[in-house]
Each structure stands twice: as structure tokens, then as C-alpha cells.
């Protein structure tokens, strides 16, 4: 928002407290990234603003510069129409002026001619409005298929701290509401935009040609309109910026206590949920009545200038035509012209309204598309070595944090040896996760570097980072669509029988069979007939399928009953073999695969070595391990 | 409810209802703004007049003071256009001014009685529907309303209104002219209807195309991380080429409909106005009409154009409002299936002994032919703790989910203390039942507020007793304390702190009956020990039913009941179970298996 320190250039803003005060603030509690809110390119100093509105127009040259043969017929087509349209009130006058009297006379022949040519405007204008249309239609909707598919495309591609940032609801709300608004435009404005612009042009030059004195007066209305035109652009991209920011926080509720149902039923979380939905409702609500109201007052602003020019050329027309300086059927021509000079501006004025909603929300995806991924691919990436018994990882002096204040490892050194497989332990926020994330490159270290065979991981291509190191966690998230090809996301292009070896192999087969369409069955929104055990076992199976170097494993077998879970680990001994794999689990059960275990504490490695050996020395390790037994039946 | 299995909480029925029941059923909301509405529409037939009038002021310039050399009449009559556009100025600053603040309040209470009537249907109803589908219903199609309900509504009715005054004064002009002109309204009519028809299909398709858009998209920030491990990228982004390619050919498509109506609507009445041109030039010529007649005629002819014009932006926007006000129907008109009796009963805390009671309950998903539960009879004693035991996927957590009635049984009933379940107040029982699930659910709110989702009057001394309990007092520690935000947009936590923030959220305030899914299951061995011994003070005076996968869990637990096949097969306690049932031993025991291949399970 463009405020000024003094808050003099924002819109008063009543918040609305429903129930006694409800604070949006309070509930949702104090964010750790001050940037929680938005993209980092929508900061809210002037300069930013006018910088993203560059990137926005810039990104609409991109997205139309494709399009330039199109455009340009499409214009030659809208000159056309407007050429067509524009011929009616002159033929009015040419036949009210010049085929009266022959007509009186007995010719008919210039009122024939009026006729044929208006026919002829009239046909032509129907040809070119249609192909105008049809062909705005196409360009349209190929610019917004490219948008659509250059933010989704850029949300793909950065990395997953800015997600965390960003969130889903609002990446939700960039991809469907804002697309929205500009489609909204794309549909039912775009014409009548640039109608009415080029009308406006044309007319105006007509009006010259018909009578200069009485076209002069008209033109005194111009900078009025100017001036009118540019105080609602300047107020009314701040309000329609603060709707689309507003459309995001319904929508980021929305969906998040919709995914959250369960939790928001058994704990009678609606009423406090409907008072929460309530106030950012009316916020939104708020927001788009600003937003409205600039509007109520420049369409009758401009109704007031045409209305006042049509008043004077009437009086100071009617006194040209007095003194024998113009024609009647030139006053009466220059009258309907007026009309259609104000009335596409009135149009114009009603479709302002989807034209800065979309330049908001254009504005909004541009912030997105500036927004460089902080875990990038590299320009020139470096092949991995090949050849049998790869996948040796290396941390070398490596220290990271999320906040720079809170440093999670600091000068981790870890090398483990191809084919190694290394259980992690410790204590929460001991950085176990943390090093399996920097594994899988979700992303970088501070300083330091994360080496596979000997390549830095940032300078790998991330297909081929993706081909040699798969992280399976707890999330385990299930793709709509078949479980075969929810197992198939590891390696696209296995066939069903490798599929089902993948799942057979993982122990998953059996439950798999059972279901009613077995492996096409559709695992529904967000797997919600799977139990979540089930869903582990489908991750397995498409971590199994993906074969890859190097196997990270957070937490992946927690939900499973003992006896899954030992099929998964009898199936990872004899995956594991053969791969290097770095396993994280408060299980010590799935510890006891590992060749090595590694304790951490505080980011840093406390104990190191084979699992009897720790067991037997008496440590922290031991410890657990005593617990553990001692737990078993 | 029907089974749908397409995600979109359609219920289409075959016989075909009007296509604008669905629109007009929406006036509940248009009501409060009814008499504004009236006014409105008044001030916007005033404004219409008035602009009407202009030509006509014209008329009398051209054939009065123009004819007579009449400069004072001139100055009369400039002066009273003015007056005339300028009142219409104000009447249309007056009309959309009020209009705004009524076309957003209604768009803003559709919305909010959407977000009611999802809350209030059950888990089963959002299981089946794709969230994509409901969230362009709350933005995409409420807006189309908006828009519709404010303008296009409004609109139609001016420029309907505005083609009969027109077309009556041509009529009063001249008489035949004036009828040419009434007649075109024949072909536009025809025009329109065969439009609609069209129109109303495609706008349906897009809607729906767009909520899968929505759902797509949804998914896809849902599974980043594993999109990410797996460097799906290009697989994702293909599949979602797809959506968009489908919905831009429909986009297209509805783009050339349009394109050929709204040129015919530009068609008409140019040939109306040819047509007239030539008839009144004769009819000026052999002296029927004035000059400045036929001036005035054309001129009010003219203004013809921009209503016929905008009539199939009108028609479309119609359409898209009639198919958008369909897809919120359907979610309206979903009933809540899980809602409260007629003379449910509140049950007091203080009163509740704790019987839990499954008598011969059968469950089964909708639109699934196999039960998942099959007459399972279970009794949980006051204050016993009973642990539920089987494999994965064999239904626990379903049956832990119709405890506090998030499903309702299929058939058999479940008593508290010999109450059906169903005859309590929902609130009331939820208000007696602490959950927590396999999940842990937190909210883009602070811990505070995600702690006392279902008790915000909770006070500091009961959150810190819940938070100790849980081993989650680690929440102090965070940057801001409780009143940091966790959950998607706030700070990330681990799996093991999720578990104790939603541990700690069950047993706030002491429930009645406990239900805990796998409560421990990704907590680290330290930490489940010291959970374990304080939940089992909690446990020794609550009733309870778990879930457990653990041996060490199960240990919490009085009885134990093993569930297989839908059905419990044994109950009994650890001990018993684990020398009797070879099944139960086969669940839980860690011991070591028999080896197909030979294959060492522990390799150190």
C-alpha cells in the first residue's frame, strides 16, 4: 500500500469488530519472517510499487509480444468496424443535408447512394466486430494460458523456504483468483477498451474535420477528463491492490480450515472459525466497496463533463448555425458524435473497474515471477560421476539456520562412504531434518557445501540431483489420481509391472490388491480413504520405484503397525544394500539396519559409530537402546 | 447422499429445472435490499429520462430558436440540457454509490452462509469433494453473481425499459418509422434465445474446468516437498498444461459465441437505423416529418445502440450468473447429514461417568460397497483406558472418528453412559470428547489459539498444565512465545513437536472421554517416556480409547482390543492377548520373523 507516514493517502479504513472487539492481529499471532505476507517484490515503499509496475508491464509486453501479427490484424479490424460505425451519423447528415431537396426534386439517386453505403457500413461492420471479437477471444486466452502456465511454472521452480513463506493459500489465491480477474477483463472488457479508446480518437478527429470553431470548445473538455482519469487510475490501484491482498486472506481460511475439518469439528472450532471468516470477509468486503465507490464517483464525473460539452455545443452550435457560419445537418451530426465520444467513455468507465482489478492482480503475479529461487539451478551444470558403487555424501564445514539468528548446524563436517547406511538420532530441533533437507537440496547451506561424489549439490542439474537422491518423509503426499500412479511418480516411465514389483517388494501389494479398483484406484482428494499408515507404504513403494543413489528416510515409517513396518524393513536391508541411505527415526528398530549411527545434539555429532559398538560403550546411545529393549515385549 | 465420485458436489437430477431456479432461489439475500433496490432502479429510469430527454431538447433547437433566430429561446434551452445532464449525473453518482455497498454486502453473506453450511457438513461430504471445486465457488462464482446482481440485472431491466420508451416515443414521432423500429425487436429476441442457450452450457463448463484448475493447483502446493524430492517438476507442469489448455479451449469457445452475437446485435439495429434513414429522408421530403423530427428521431434512435449492444455482454453475464448460482445450490443444497436431533440433549461434564459403548455398529464409507466396521461391539469401562490394535488400514481410525461423530454410524449405535451419541447436542458432545488425530491439524494461528481451538474462555494455568503434559513447553521457547504462529504460514515445526501441540489440545480442559490416534507415533524414545508418564496420570481417571501401534503405547492401556476385518476379535489385556491370540502377537510383537530369502532383517 502506498501509505505515507502521515497515512494521509490511505482510504479510511473502519476495521469492523464483530463479537467484542475480535483483533485479526491476536488470533493469528505474531509471524517469525516479516515477509510472511507477500512476495519480497511487493514491499510497500513507493519505489517498489513503481518498480513492480514496470515488472508488470513488461511482463504484458512479454506475454503479448507473440501475439504481434494477431494484434496488429485485430486492430486493422477494429479500424475497420470503427470506420463503419463511425459513417452512420455521416450518412445521416449527407442524406438530411444533400438528399432532402433532390429528393423533393424527384432524384432519388443520392438517397439510393446514402443507402447502399450505409448498407455496406453496416455489413462490414458486422464482419469486422465479428472477427475482431473472435481474434481478441483467441489472443485473450492464449496470454492468459502462457500466464497461467509461466506462475505456475515459476511456483514450481522456487525453492521451499519460499513456500513456507508464501504458504499454499496464497499461491492458491495468485493462481485462481487473480488469474480470474485478468480473465474477467480478458472476456468482457478488453473490447469494448479498446472501442472505445480508438472511438474516442476517431471522434475527435471527425469532429475537427466537420467544424473546427465547435470542435475546439469540445476539446476544452479534455483536460478535465484527463485530470479525472488520472486521480481514479492513481486512487484506484491502491484500493484494488488491497482487495486482491484481502481475496487472498479469505482464501487462505478458507482453504486451511477446510483441509482442517476434522480438527475444526471435534474441537467446535465453527463459531470462532465463521467470526474469523466473518472479519476477513468483510475486510474483503470493505476493500472492494473502496474499491467501488471510486468508481460511483468518476463514471458520473465524466457523465457531468460530456453532459456540460453537450450543453455548450448545443447553445454555441445553435449560435454558429444563428449566424450562418455552419449547417443544421453539421450541428446535428456534431451532436451524435458527442454521444458516441461520452458514451464509450461511460463504458469505458464501467469496465475500468475489471481493467484495474486486473492490473492489480497482474501486478501481484509479476511480484511472484520477479521472485528469483534462492535455491537455483546452476547455468553450467556438472555431470555426475558414473560407474558402480557411487553416492558417497559429503558435508563440509556446513552451517546453516531458517532465521540467521538461530543457526540450526554450525560447521558440520560428515562424510559417509558409498553404499553407508546412517541412522540419524537425537533429541527435536537437534537438526536431524535439517540435514536431510540440505541432502535433498530443499536448501543451501550458509556456508559451506554438500558434496555428491564429490560435486557440490549446487552444481548439479535438478533432474539429475532428482534421479540420485530421494528424501521420503512423513508427509507422504498422495497425488489425485490412481495409486499406480501415485507409485509411478518415482520414476514416470515404469510400467505397470515394475510398479507393482515396487509394491510388492515394499509390502504394500497386499492392501493395494484389496482395494476396489486394486492399483486404479482412485486415492480421493488428498488420499482421504487411505489410512496414513497405507499412505506411507505408497511413498515406500514409490521411493522403491525411483532407485535412486541415495535414499533419505525422515520419520517414513512412523505410522505403520509393527509388522508393516518389518516387512519395510526387510525390503530396505536388501534395498539399502547396495545404495547410501541416511535414515531418521525415533524407532530404534529401523536404527538397527544401520551401519552406522550418528547422535546428534544441538547441530552438532555427538556420537559416531556401528550400532552394537555405541550400544556397548555406554553413551546416549546406549541409553536409548536400554530404553528401547526394555520397551519391546 | 448420493455417491459422487468427481470431486464436485454436484446434484444435477435429470429432469432439467429451469435454468434460472437457481439464480432466483438466491433472492433471500437480494431481499434486505429490496426497497434500495426499488429506488434504485427509479433513479436509474430517472437518469435514463433524463439523458432521453437531451435529443429531444435538440429537436426543439433546431426547429424553435434555429428557425426563429431566437437567441434568448437558444440560451433557454442550452441551459436546460445542461440541467438535464447534469441531474442525470448526480441520479447515476447517487445510484452506483448505494449500489456498491448492497452488491458487495450480498456477495459478502452468500459467501459467509457457504462458509457455514461447509462447516456443518461432514467430514464424509469434504473427503469427496475437491477443495479447488469449492474455493471457485467462494470467489469465481460469487463474484459472477456480484456482478450480475449489481449491474447486469439491473441493466436488463434499464435497457429493456429503456428500448420501450425509446421505441414509444418513436412510435409518437412517427408512427410507422416507430413500428419499423419495434420490430427489430422480433430478430433480436430470437438472437437472444438461441444465445442463452448456448451460453448457459459453455459458462457451466468453464466454471467447472476452473474449479479443477483450482483443485490442481491446490494439490500441487499441497505435495511441493515430495513434487520437489522427486523433481517432478515437468510431470506436474504438463499435467497442469492440460487443465489450462482445456480451460482455454473453452474459453476460445465461448469467445466466438459471443463474438458472433454481440456482431449481430451490432448488426440489427444498424440495418433498423438504414432502413430508417431512408424512409424518413423520403418522409422529410414529401413533407410528413420535420427536419428536425427526423433529427430527433435518428438521434433517439441511436440511443438504441448501446443497450442492444450490451445486451449479450448482459445475456452472457446472465448465463454465467444462472450456472454459477447452480454450483452454489449444489453446495447449499447438500444437507448436513451429522447435525442434532430434535430434543437433543445437553450432557454436563460433571455428570458424565464415561460408559462408552459400541453395540453391533457397522460403518461403511458411501459409495463403497465394503463395510469397514462389521457389528463391532466394544465397551470402554468408566476411566479405562482401552488401546485398539490392528493392522494398518484395518479401520481404527474410522472408529475413533465416530466417537465424537464426525461420521455417523452406518448402522448399531454407540452410547455414552447410555445415551445414543445421536441424541446428544452435537456441541455438547464434542465439548465432552478430546481428539487428537493421527495428523496433527494446526492452524495458521498462534499456539495459543491453536491450544484452545475448542475452549477459548481456558485460562493460563490450564495451557500450561496441558502443555507440560504433553512434554510441549518447548512453545515458550519460540521467538514470540504462545502467541507465535505456527501451522502453514507460520513456523514450521517438526512432526514430533505437531504430535505434542495436538496432545496438549486434547487434554485442555480435562475431557470427558479421551480419543487419541497414535498419539506418540513420531515422538523420539526420550521424549514418548516422559509423555507416557504423565499422560498415564491423566488416563488413570479418564476414559480412553488409543490407537497404538507400539508395544510401548499399549502398555498405557487397561484392555486391549484387536480389531481385524472390521470386527474386534479379542479383547483382553496385553498380557492375555499377546500368550492367547497369535494374531495379536503377530501385530505387535517386535520379535523376529521368519526369513523368505534368507535375508538378515537387522544388518549391523
Known amino acids: 500500500m ?49 518498480r513492480l509496475r514496470a515488472r508488470s508491464r513488461a511482463l504484458l509486453g512479454q506475454l503479448l509480444r507473440p501475439h504481434r501479427r494477431r494484434l496488429g490484424l485485430a486492430v486493422t479490424l477494429l479500424l475497420a468496424q470503427n470506420a463503419a460505425a463511425m459513417s452512420g451519423p455521416y450518412l445521416v447528415m449527407l442524406g438530411i443535408d444533400h438528399a432532402i431537396a433532390p429528393l423533393r426534386a424527384g432524384d432519388p439517386e443520392p438517397l439510393v447512394t446514402v443507402a447502399a453505403a450505409f ?80 472511438s474516442v480518437l476517431s471522434v475527435a478527429g471527425i469532429l475537427l474535420w466537420l467544424d473546427l470553431p465547435l470542435a475546439a470548445v469540445t476539446l476544452l473538455a479534455f483536460p478535465f477528463l484527463f485530470w479525472l482519469s488520472r486521480w481514479f487510475a492513481r486512487a484506484s490501484a491502491g484500493a484494488y491492490r488491497r482487495t486482491r491482498e484481502a481475496v487472498a486472506l479469505v482464501i487462505v481460511h478458507f482453504v486451511e480450515s477446510l483441509r482442517g475439518i476434522r480438527a475444526v469439528q471435534a474441537y467446535r472450532r465453527e463459531e470462532r472459525n465463521q467470526q474469523i471468516f466473518a472479519a476477513v470477509n468483510d475486510d474483503y468486503r470493505e476493500a472492494s466497496l473502496q474499491a467501488f465507490r471510486l468508481i460511483a464517483v468518476y463514471s458520473p464525473g465524466i457523465k457531468v463533463i460530456g453532459n456540460l460539452t453537450v450543453a455548450v455545443v448545443l447553445a454555441y452550435g445553435g449560435a454558429r448555425v444563428l449566424g450562418g457560419r455552419t449547417e443544421v445537418g453539421v450541428l446535428a451530426a456534431f451532436l451524435l458524435y458527442l454521444r458516441r465520444f461520452f458514451e464509450p467513455m461511460q463504458e469505458l468507465s464501467q469496465f475500468s473497474n475489471s481493467l484495474q482489478s486486473a492490473t492489480a492482480a497482474l501486478e501481484k503475479l509479476a511480484g511472484v515471477l520477479d521472485e528469483r529461487p534462492a535455491v537455483a539451478e546452476p547455468e553450467r551444470p556438472v555431470a555426475l560421476p558414473t560407474g558402480p558403487g557411487r553416492g558417497a555424501v559429503a558435508f563440509r564445514g556446513v552451517s546453516f539456520g531458517y532465521r540467521p539468528d538461530a543457526p540450526i548446524l554450525t560447521e558440520l563436517e560428515l562424510t559417509v562412504p558409498a553404499g553407508q547406511t546412517v541412522a540419524l538420532i537425537g533429541p527435536t530441533g537437534a537438526g536431524k531434518s535439517t540435514i536431510a533437507k540440505l541432502l535433498a537440496r530443499f536448501h543451501d547451506p550458509a556456508t559451506g557445501a554438500v558434496t555428491l561424489d564429490g560435486v ?46 515396487a509394491a510388492r517388494a515394499i509390502g504394500a501389494h497386499d492392501f493395494i490388491a484389496t482395494l476396489p479398483d486394486g492399483y486404479a484406484t482412485e486415492v480421493h482428494r488428498r488420499g482421504g480413504r487411505l489410512s496414513a499408515g497405507q499412505r506411507q507404504l505408497v511413498a515406500f513403494a514409490r521411493a522403491f520405484l525411483a532407485d535412486p543413489r541415495v535414499l533419505i528416510l525422515d520419520e517414513a515409517t512412523s505410522s505403520l503397525d509393527v509388522p508393516t513396518e518389518r516387512l519395510v524393513q526387510r525390503a530396505l536391508g536388501s534395498i539399502l544394500r547396495d545404495r547410501t541411505a541416511l535414515v531418521i527415526a525415533h524407532r530404534l528398530s529401523t536404527v538397527e539396519i544401520a551401519d552406522r549411527v550418528l547422535v546428534l545434539d544441538g547441530g552438532r555429532i555427538v556420537e559416531d559409530g556401528p550400532p552394537a559398538q555405541l550400544a556397548a560403550a555406554g553413551g546416549r546411545y546406549a541409553a536409548l537402546h536400554r530404553q528401547w529393549r526394555d520397551s519391546l515385549i | 447422499m448420493p455417491a459422487q465420485s468427481d470431486g464436485n458436489p454436484a446434484a ?37 429520462a433524463a439523458s432521453l430527454a437531451v435529443p429531444l431538447v435538440v429537436q426543439r433547437v433546431v426547429d424553435g430558436p434555429v428557425a426563429r433566430h431566437d437567441v434568448a429561446g437558444l440560451l433557454r434551452l442550452g441551459a436546460l440540457a445542461l440541467v438535464l445532464g447534469l441531474a442525470e449525473a448526480v441520479l447515476i453518482f447517487i445510484r452506483r454509490w448505494t449500489q456498491s455497498s448492497s452488491s458487495v454486502g450480498m456477495e459478502a453473506a452468500i459467501r459467509a452462509d457457504i462458509y457455514a453450511h461447509l462447516q456443518r457438513l461432514p467430514a464424509g461430504c469434504h473427503d469427496r469433494w475437491q477443495s479447488g471445486q469449492l474455493l471457485s465457488r467462494i470467489t469465481s462464482d460469487l463474484s459472477v453473481i456480484r456482478r450480475f446482481l449489481s449491474f447486469g440485472l439491473l441493466f436488463l431491466v434499464l435497457n429493456v425499459v429503456t428500448y420501450l420508451a425509446v421505441v414509444v416515443l ?161 453446495v447449499l443444497d447438500t444437507p448436513p447429514t451429522i447435525v442434532d436431533a430434535p430434543g437433543a440433549r445437553l450432557l454436563d461434564r460433571a455428570g458424565v461417568r464415561g460408559r462408552l459403548r459400541f453395540e453391533r455398529v457397522s460403518f461403511r464409507y458411501p459409495g463403497s460397497q465394503a463395510p469397514v466396521l462389521d457389528e463391532v461391539d466394544l465397551t470402554v469401562e468408566p476411566g479405562e483406558t482401552l488401546a485398539l490394535v490392528g493392522a494398518t488400514g484395518c479401520g ?62 481456558a485460562g493460563e494455568q490450564e495451557v500450561r498444565a496441558a502443555l507440560a503434559l504433553a512434554q510441549a513447553e518447548f512453545a515458550y521457547d519460540l521467538p514470540w512465545g504462545l502467541a507465535t504462529r505456527v501451522g502453514e504460514q507460520g513456523l514450521s515445526l517438526s512432526g514430533g513437536q505437531r504430535q505434542r501441540l495436538a496432545l496438549a489440545r486434547a487434554v485442555l480442559g480435562r475431557p470427558a472421554l479421551l480419543v487419541l490416534d497414535d498419539p506418540l507415533s513420531a515422538l523420539d524414545v526420550h521424549t514418548e517416556a516422559l509423555v507416557e508418564a504423565a499422560l498415564r496420570r491423566v488416563l488413570r481417571d479418564t476414559t480412553a480409547l488409543l490407537v497404538v501401534h507400539r508395544p510401548s503405547t499399549v502398555a498405557l492401556a487397561d484392555r486391549v482390543a484387536l480389531l481385524d476385518g472390521g470386527r474386534i476379535v479379542a479383547v483382553g489385556t496385553h498380557s492375555e492377548l499377546l500368550a492367547t491370540v497369535p494374531a495379536y502377537r503377530a501385530v505387535l510383537s517386535a520379535g523376529p520373523v521368519q526369513r523368505h530369502d534368507g535375508a538378515g532383517l537387522v544388518r549391523s
Not at chain 1, 127 to 149: E, K, N, P, S, Y
Not at chain 2, 407 to 425: A, F, K, M, N, P
Request: aromatic residues 6%; hydrophobic residues 45%.
Open chain 1, 2 to 50: 502506498t501509505e505515507a507516514p502521515d497515512g494521509s493517502r490511505r482510504v479510511p479504513r473502519p476495521r469492523v469488530a464483530p463479537d467484542g472487539g475480535l483483533d485479526l492481529k491476536r488470533w493469528r499471532g505474531r509471524a517469525t519472517d516479516p515477509d510472511a505476507d507477500r512476495s519480497r517484490a511487493e514491499d510497500a515503499t513507493p519505489e517498489a510499487v513503481a
Open chain 1, 119 to 198: 448498407a455496406t457500413a453496416s455489413l462490414t461492420e458486422y464482419l469486422a466486430r465479428r472477427g475482431f471479437l473472435t481474434l481478441t477471444g483467441r489472443i485473450g486466452q492464449a496470454v492468459l494460458l502462457d500466464l497461467r502456465q509461466r506462475v505456475y511454472g515459476h511456483f514450481l521452480r522456487l525453492d521451499v523456504a519460499f513456500h513456507e513463506r508464501y504458504t499454499c493459500g496464497r499461491m492458491v489465491s495468485r493462481l485462481t483468483s487473480d488469474l480470474d480477474s485478468i480473465a474477467e477483463l480478458v472476456d468482457g472488457g478488453i473490447d469494448n477498451l479498446v472501442v472505445a479508446a480508438l
Open chain 1, 456 to 501: 557440490d549439490l549446487r552444481d548439479l542439474a535438478d533432474a539429475e540431483l532428482r534421479r540420485a537422491v530421494v528424501l521420503v518423509t512423513q508427509e507422504n503426499h498422495l497425488f489425485s489420481g490412481s495409486v499406480a500412479e501415485n507409485i509411478r511418480f518415482g520414476r514416470p516411465g515404469a510400467d505397470d509391472a515394475a510398479v507393482e514389483a
Open chain 2, 12 to 48: 444435477r437430477d435429470d429432469r432439467r429445472p429451469h435454468p434460472l431456479r437457481n439464480l432466483w432461489r438466491l433472492r433471500p439475500y437480494l431481499r434486505p435490499y429490496a426497497p434500495e433496490f426499488g429506488w434504485l432502479l427509479v433513479l436509474a429510469l430517472a437518469a435514463t
Open chain 2, 170 to 330: 418513436l412510435i409518437r414521432l412517427h408512427p410507422a418509422l416507430g413500428l419499423l423500429v419495434a420490430a427489430s425487436a422480433v430478430p433480436l429476441f430470437l438472437i437472444s434465445r438461441r444465445f442463452a442457450r448456448h451460453y448457459h452450457a459453455a459458462s457451466r463448463r468453464m466454471q467447472d474446468q476452473q474449479g479443477d484448475v483450482a483443485t490442481l493447483v491446490e494439490e500441487t502446493a499441497q505435495g511441493l516437498r515430495t513434487m520437489r524430492a522427486y523433481g517432478r517438476g515437468p510431470e506436474l507442469a504438463a499435467r497442469f498444461a492440460g487443465g489450462a489448455r482445456t480451460l482455454h479451449d473453452t474459453g476460445v469457445r465461448k469467445a466466438r459465441l459471443l463474438a458472433r452475437t454481440a456482431a449481430l446485435f451490432d448488426l440489427v439495429p444498424n440495418l433498423t437505423l438504414g432502413m430508417v434513414l431512408v424512409a424518413g429522408t423520403a418522409a422529410a421530403a414529401g413533407g410528413a416529418l420535420t427536419i428536425g423530427e427526423l433529427v430527433a428521431f435518428v438521434s433517439l434512435q441511436l440511443m438504441l445502440v448501446w443497450p442492444v449492444q450490451s445486451l449479450g455482454w448482459i445475456i452472457a453475464n446472465g448465463q454465467e450468473a444462472a450456472t454459477a448460482a447452480d454450483r452454489i445450490q449444489e
Open chain 2, 396 to 457: 481404527k481410525s474410522t472408529l475413533l472418528s465416530l466417537v465424537p461423530r464426525l461420521h455417523e454410524v452406518t448402522r448399531g449405535r454407540i452410547t455414552l453412559d447410555g445415551h445414543d451419541l445421536r441424541d446428544l447436542r452435537l456441541s455438547s458432545l464434542r465439548r465432552l470428547v478430546g481428539v487428537a488425530f493421527e495428523e496433527p491439524t494446526l492452524f495458521s494461528m498462534s499456539v495459543w489459539e491453536n491450544l484452545t481451538l475448542g475452549r477459548p474462555d
